[in-house]
């Protein structure tokens, strides 16, 4: 897929991340990263990988559930799951011509992403978006209020309302 890509002139941008809890912060990344290129994979943290970098309790959703996740957006064109505490091996293997961080990054990334001539970009991290702080506020009872601010097209509906929201349709060619 890389080699066709490039072929015919497209870039390979990369991106990584644990995304335990998927949130908008995590989707409006990913759409951005897709922006500097033609193709966006996604290095995913493997559960043992989260345990250590997150903590007991981590992760809420498998690697194989979470990839299923980031499969289904339209913006991730592959996903590969690695083991380590950074990306820094997968970036090498991987070769892509621009890797995505939020800043500062992670100086070990940087530089695998320098070795491979890859451009840096940074995307800074949407202040509503963290997992972790989804996880304790649910976890503590005291879950983020629901305003239906992710939902404009049905008057803060729960998608499903049925009543011609374009998320609750299904689409053309389906049933």
Do not use: Y
């Amino acid at each position: 897929m890389m080699a066709l890509i490039r072929d015919h002139g497209g870039r390979i941008v990369f991106t990584n991340g644990c995304f335990d809890v998927l949130h908008l912060g995590h989707v409006r990344l990913l759409q951005h990263a897709l922006g500097f290129g033609q193709c966006l994979i996604v290095g995913l943290n493997s559960d043992e990988s989260m345990r250590r970098l997150k903590g007991p309790g981590r992760p809420v959703f498998t690697a194989s559930q979470r990839a299923e996740v980031l499969h289904a957006l339209w913006c991730v064109s592959a996903v590969v799951e690695f083991e380590g505490d950074d990306c820094a091996d997968l970036i090498r293997q991987l070769r892509p011509d621009v890797f995505v961080t939020p800043p500062p990054g992670v100086e070990r990334e940087k530089l695998a992403a320098s070795d491979v001539a890859a451009e840096i970009r940074f995307i800074d991290r949407w202040d509503g978006g963290s997992s972790s702080r989804l996880i304790e506020e649910i976890r503590d009872g005291d879950p983020p209020p629901v305003d239906g601010s992710g939902c404009d097209e049905c008057c803060a509906c729960e998608c499903a309302c049925q009543s011609g929201c374009e998320l609750s349709r299904e689409p053309e060619g389906w049933g």
